[in-house]
């Protein structure tokens, strides 16, 4: 028997998967079909005359929200409780999910959308029939999501076919809708991948190939710095952070470029935050649940490359430019010590008083080298699993946003309003840049024991140069600890939708918007 010590493997199983969604005008032929239940008001037309709402109630069906009762026939009639009904895409996603997890052993779905679209008494202004189709595609690809690659027996049935019926008069903008919901669906399942991905079997090394082997595949160019080329441009930041590992690092540069663009078109810079494996180096974290989590310290660099591939097939009118930091966080002989100065690309000294404080190194790098491209960026976005203290303040469901400009900072909202990525948008409140003082380099890389999120986002802050820039700190929602609605156990993939949708729709802020 040979052990493999440097496992080859396919990192991206969900790019080779297909489902086939139609809009259908009957539910004909599928295993499963859903019918949406509100608390209050009539049953919907068609379901057996011997259920009413008492008959529900007592086998606990009351159509609060999220609940399902799967009531036995071919095919499969599973009723979803609604609530107070669907009035936003957000809700209609969650109602898709909770049918496609109740109907777990169908290959193949139908869901009634008619009454979502003329539903009365509601506020429906955002239920157009595209929306509504894009957020049933998601909801139920990703909740039917499971990263199997690594189990020898795959129970998980995938899905096969999903029916929507709708309204011949809706077909045309609801066929719109099922390609951008099965794109974005894809974008967050090739995240979820490469997150759940161990972090042996995705070395910085590896994503790099990767991401060189299926870029272009999407439009993108990709272009690979090795731990020399990293010295050459003097990234200080990524090399500190790699020093404690055998595994090289990789800095990848992608560039999507329109059809058509000139000097008008609006140029946007992501970064990500790509830590395949952060330990904490020297300040070791404990060998808990969260340690164990961190492999997952690359989503952000996971939902950069992510939502660039869907770029070209959304249409995306910006170009948009991605760097992702890749190394991992290791102690050992050779690893960055507490008191050790790193210079970053640029100059920037700064003091490592934690090394478990990495992924803000890694970032400056690439901050400075987005601000010094010949075409300068209108914005600025960076994505990061950057602090425990974001999952302190707002949990699992919701990631922090900074930026220090409203225009970047709404259509971040906007975005994650669409794809519910919810963010909450949290202070740059310069009161506390104090902290990050050094007595012998100009910055330290922590600062006090409170207002974790705002200090890492002030050190970041430090290195865009005025730009417009926004910043969002997913540490607390990159991981699902069990199954929720279209969040699936592990990776959540959280942000590749939001940046996907983000850069699609991206508008340059007003030059003198800029208030840093
Ligand atoms: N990757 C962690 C942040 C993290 C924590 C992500 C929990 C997901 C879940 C980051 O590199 C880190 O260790 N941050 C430190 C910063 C501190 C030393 C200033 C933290 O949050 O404790
Ligand atoms: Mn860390
Ligand atoms: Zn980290």
């Not at 005008?25 to 209050?40: I, K, R, S």
């Not at 027996?153 to 995938?158: C, L, P, R, Y």
């Not at 994503?207 to 710095?225: C, K, N, Q, R, T």
């Not at 560039?255 to 609006?266: A, I, K, L």
Request: proline letters at 4%; charged letters at 20%.
């Amino acid at each position: 028997m040979t052990v493999v010590i440097d496992p080859a493997f396919d990192p991206a199983p969900s790019l080779s998967r297909e489902v086939a969604i139609t809009v259908a005008t009957d539910a004909a032929g599928a295993g499963a079909v859903a019918v949406f239940v509100a608390a209050e008001g009539d049953l919907p037309a068609g379901l057996p005359t011997e259920l009413n709402r008492d008959a529900l109630a007592a086998a606990g069906f009351t159509g609060k929200k999220g609940q399902t009762l799967a009531l036995p026939g071919s095919p499969l009639t599973v009723l979803v409780g609604t609530g107070k009904g669907v009035s936003t895409v957000a809700q209609l996603r969650d109602a898709v999910a909770s049918f496609t997890r109740a109907a777990r052993e169908s290959a193949s779905l139908a869901v009634d959308l008619r009454a979502v679209l003329s539903a009365d008494g509601v506020d429906v202004a955002e239920l157009t029939a595209e929306l509504v189709a894009q957020a049933a595609t998601e909801g139920a690809v990703l909740s039917r999501y499971r990263f199997e690659a690594l189990k020898t027996d795959a129970k998980t049935v995938q899905l096969e076919k999903l029916a929507l019926v709708l309204a011949d008069e809706d077909a045309e903008a609801a066929e719109i809708g099922v390609e951008r919901g099965l794109i974005l669906a894809r974008t967050a399942s090739l995240a979820r991948d490469l997150g759940n991905t161990p972090p042996r079997h995705l070395s910085a090394a590896k994503f790099a190939d990767l991401v060189s082997a299926i870029g272009p595949d999407f439009g993108l160019e990709v272009e690979v710095f090795d731990r020399q080329q990293l010295i050459d441009l003097g990234c200080g930041g990524l090399l500190g952070v790699n020093a404690g590992s055998i595994e090289e690092p990789r800095m990848i540069k992608l560039r999507y470029v329109p059809e058509g663009s000139d000097d008008e078109t609006p140029h946007l810079a992501l970064v990500g935050k790509g830590i395949m494996y952060d330990s904490g180096g020297i300040s070791l974290k404990p060998s808990n649940a969260m340690h164990a989590a961190m492999k997952l310290d690359m989503m952000g660099a996971a939902a950069v490359f992510s939502s660039m591939t869907s770029l070209r097939e959304l249409g995306a009118t910006t170009a948009v430019t991605g760097w992702l930091m890749c190394t991992d966080n290791m102690p050992s002989g050779s690893a960055t010590k507490l008191g050790d100065v790193l210079t970053i690309r640029g100059g920037t000294t700064v003091e490592v008083k934690n090394t478990d404080a990495e992924g803000r190194l890694v970032m400056a790098d690439a901050l400075v080298l987005a601000t010094e491209e010949e075409r300068r960026p209108d914005a600025i976005v960076d994505i990061a699993t950057l602090t425990g203290a974001a999952m302190m303040a707002l949990g699992t469901k919701t990631a922090a946003m900074l930026a220090n400009n409203d225009e970047v900072a709404e259509q971040l909202q906007a975005a994650a309003d669409l794809t519910d990525e919810n963010t909450w948008r949290m202070p740059l409140d310069h009161r506390y840049r104090d902290q990050l003082k050094s007595d012998v380099a100009d910055l330290s890389n922590i600062g006090g024991q409170y207002a974790g999120v705002i200090l890492a986002a002030l050190f970041l802050n430090e290195f865009v140069d005025g730009l417009p820039w926004g910043h969002l700190d997913i540490a607390g929602t990159m991981q699902a600890e069990s199954d929720d609605l279209w969040r699936s156990t592990g990776s959540t993939g959280f942000g590749a939708r939001l940046l996907a949708e983000f850069a699609t729709a991206f508008e340059a802020p007003a030059k003198d918007a800029d208030e840093s």
